[in-house]
């Protein structure tokens, strides 16, 4: 078990070892979102900008005009929410190659409760045109999505984690945004999942097979732009859709595959996620159980929907 | 029972009291943050006295069991991570049973780890996101003026907290407004995640600021009695214009490590042999 921003932290240092235009900026959080390392080594491309994320995002636009690649980083629920109409307007608009990287998304944040637990920021940044969703599942795909996020040109939202979450690929696995990936093969339901919920799929998946049912895991890292073409063969062979996102059930991952099939190919759909509420205090897996994210969900979903199978 | 609001003359005797009000707070907050396992006990610790006096020295017009009750003056925390302090003197003030600090940040608690108006009584506003705090309660003061009611809004906010946006637009507008019913204390400890606040993002000179956007501004020890009480009853009294009480206050106030280390006790709470000797030091 390893914690996804960790795993950024890493590949931010090394990027700005491979590309001297890459830059971070940070509002007061640099100790959390792990931009300590890049800092020490690279002190007159790193930015603290203090308690500011809208400001913090216009410079990051700013900087990207002449020539920068800036990884803007906070929590989730500033760097989408409080900054959310300066990514809209500044960077969104006219595409600028800005990356938005957050930490503590979702339930996982823990403790601190619901003030801090962004369960809408992936719904805030799909509807903006222009802006690319990744969402990091582990530790390796959160290293692999950051590589994968600097390369590409144009704005990205990258959704990271706080707490650690169980390993699903092996480390130095490479990730192309806009491709799921198949993590299990299996014809009855597919589960489409991102973030931690990957790992609670697969695990899932484990339980379903003893009860003879055969799912297919499917990690949609890149909610936007959302892999069309896998969805669709993947609902036409299974009949039968899970979503799985540690995300509030509108807007998110859920709603980027529901209006996907309805136009495409209808199929039945259980969505796994919050249900319109917030979260509270407590600890992390406290909290995925408590609001129906957690492996025992999948499980008891993935039967539903098969069941609604015609 | 509703509090009458009067300031207190501070005595040899009533300042003894007060420091001991204080005490028990400081030891409130180490117990409940230990239990916890998490939370921020660097500007709890460090405003308990401002928020002793506050609360002990006649400055809130309230009735704990009668929370919603529509004469009362309003605190407001917009730094609302230092909430244990708060919860230690809502507690001690009889809003909800003091049992409820021993779930504080667990599932189900009644005492979320930044404060939230719908779970918990006698908090004004649900905080915790920085900046919003002091906007809120420049609202409650423009509609309570409106209303034609004689009450104080005090607004409270940490100085890292002021390098965000929001704080200087409420400013801005609090002086347009004249609004005379509405402070703000803001904690200056130097002190905020990443460091002091002159190396993450330099404040000074801070009363300057407060100032020129229009505020009676007092510059106090936040330690310091006799200067909280005298600037808060000069806070009520001033007729035109908001004030700005600039509290300089330590970090972790009152435990030896934490007021050493100072920013490093923003968000990290002590362990067990680390809380022992806190409490040991507060005389628990
Ligand atoms: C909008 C927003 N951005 C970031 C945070 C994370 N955060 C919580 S406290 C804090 C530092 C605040 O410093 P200060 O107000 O001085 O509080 P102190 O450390 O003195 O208690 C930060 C950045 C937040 N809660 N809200
Ligand atoms: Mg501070």
């Known amino acids: ?310 | 029972m509703q509090v009458e609001e009067q300031a207190m003359k501070l005595t040899a005797e009533s300042e003894a009291e007060l420091k001991e009000t204080a005490r028990k707070l400081r030891i409130e907050v180490i117990k409940m943050l230990a239990r916890a396992g998490s939370g921020h006990p660097g500007g709890s610790l460090g405003m308990a006295d401002v928020f002793t006096c506050l609360y002990w020295g006649g400055f809130v017009k309230h009735d704990p069991k009668n929370p919603g009750w529509v004469e009362r003056d309003r605190v407001v925390l917009s730094n609302g991570h230092i909430c244990p302090i708060l919860y230690a003197v809502l507690a001690e003030r009889g809003y909800f049973p003091h049992e409820w600090l021993d779930d504080l940040r667990q599932l189900g608690a009644h005492l979320q780890g930044h404060p939230a108006m719908q779970k918990t009584p006698g908090v004004e506003l649900s905080t915790g996101s920085l900046g919003h705090g002091v906007c809120g309660g420049l609202g409650m003061a423009l509609a309570e003026r409106q209303s034609k009611r004689d009450t104080h809004v005090w607004a409270l906010l940490g100085d890292g907290e002021i390098e965000e946006g929001l704080p200087w637009e409420a400013f801005m507008a609090a002086s347009h407004y004249k609004a005379d019913n509405f402070t703000v204390i803001i904690d200056r400890n130097d002190a905020q995640i990443d460091g002091t606040t002159e190396d993450v993002m330099s404040l000074e000179p801070l009363d300057k600021k407060m100032e020129a956007f229009g505020f009676h501004t007092l510059v106090i020890d936040g330690h310091d009695y006799a200067q909280i009480i005298g600037a808060m009853s000069e806070a009520k009294a001033t007729k035109g214009k908001p004030t700005a009480i600039i509290a300089k206050t330590i970090m972790g106030k009152g435990v030896s490590y934490m007021e050493k280390d100072g920013y490093k006790w923003h968000g990290n709470t002590p362990n067990k042999e680390l809380a022992e000797k806190a409490l040991k030091e507060l005389g628990a």
């Open chain 1, 1 to 310: 078990m390893r914690a996804t921003r960790d795993a950024f932290g890493v590949a931010l240092l090394e990027l700005g070892r491979e590309n001297p235009n890459v830059v971070a900026l940070t509002a007061d959080l640099g100790g959390s979102v792990k931009t300590g390392a890049f800092a020490k080594e690279f002190p007159d491309r790193f930015f603290q900008m203090g308690v500011a994320e809208a400001n913090m995002v216009d410079v990051a636009a700013g900087m990207s005009t002449a020539g920068k690649i800036p990884f803007a980083t906070t929590f989730a629920m500033f760097g989408t929410g409080r900054a959310w109409e300066s990514v809209r307007n500044t960077i969104g608009y006219p595409a600028l190659n800005v990356k938005i990287a957050c930490t503590h998304s979702g339930l996982g944040v823990g403790e601190d409760g619901a003030s801090h637990q962004s369960l809408e920021d992936i719904a805030l940044m799909r509807v903006i045109p222009n802006v690319t969703v990744c969402v990091a599942a582990d530790y390796a795909s959160a290293y692999g999505l950051t590589k994968a996020v600097a390369a590409h040109k144009g704005p990205v939202y990258l959704r990271l984690g706080r707490p650690k979450v169980v390993d699903v690929y092996k480390d130095g696995e490479k990730f192309e945004i806009g491709k799921a990936k198949i993590i299990r093969e299996g014809n009855d339901v597919a589960i489409i999942a991102c973030g931690p919920q990957v790992g609670f799929a697969v695990e899932a998946a484990d339980e379903l097979k003893k009860a003879g049912i055969n799912a297919t895991v499917a990690d949609f890292h890149t909610i936007k732009p959302l892999d069309e073409e896998t969805l669709v063969a993947l609902a036409k062979k299974c009949g039968a859709v899970i979503t799985a996102e540690d995300h509030n059930v509108l807007g998110g991952l859920g709603g980027a595959v529901a209006e996907t099939l309805a136009r495409t190919h209808p199929t039945p759909i259980r969505f796994i996620g919050t249900q319109d509420t917030f979260g509270e205090s407590g600890d992390p897996d406290a909290l995925w159980r408590k609001y129906g994210v957690h492996v025992a969900d999948i499980v008891k979903a993935a039967k539903e929907a098969i069941a609604a199978k015609a």
